[in-house]
């Protein structure tokens, strides 16, 4: 009976998590709002140590990679960390409206 309380309080701590968003950053809206496109990328670090941001450049070339040939305008741009246990999930999420011509 012990065994499997502990079991069960260990699994509750070690599968919670907490979400902060650390900031937040949008240019120029345009007028016309049709195309949009999303990218996200993510990094895991253990104990909160992270040894690099190059994630972000995933997300980066995505969005242009979405929008050859146009402008980015109206870029949202979210950094955000999911906390759990021992690991903390790095993760920036961007939005922007792709104007062709």
């Not at 900031?23 to 104990?47: C, F, G, K, M, Y």
């Not at 969005?63 to 759990?84: A, D, I, P, S």
Request: with cysteine; glycine share 6%.
């Amino acid at each position: 009976m012990f065994q499997r309380i502990f079991v069960f309080l260990l699994l509750s701590v070690a599968l919670t998590g907490c979400v902060s968003l650390n900031s937040v950053s949008l240019t120029q809206v345009p007028a016309e709002r049709t195309n949009e496109v999303r990218a996200s990328a993510d990094h895991w670090a253990i104990l909160g140590i992270a040894f690099d941001n190059d994630f972000v450049d995933e997300a980066v070339n995505d969005l242009r990679t979405q929008c050859q040939g146009g402008k980015l305008e109206g870029v949202l741009t979210k950094f955000q960390n999911t906390v759990y246990f021992l690991v903390v999930k790095r993760e920036v999420i961007a939005t922007a409206y792709c104007q062709k011509g």
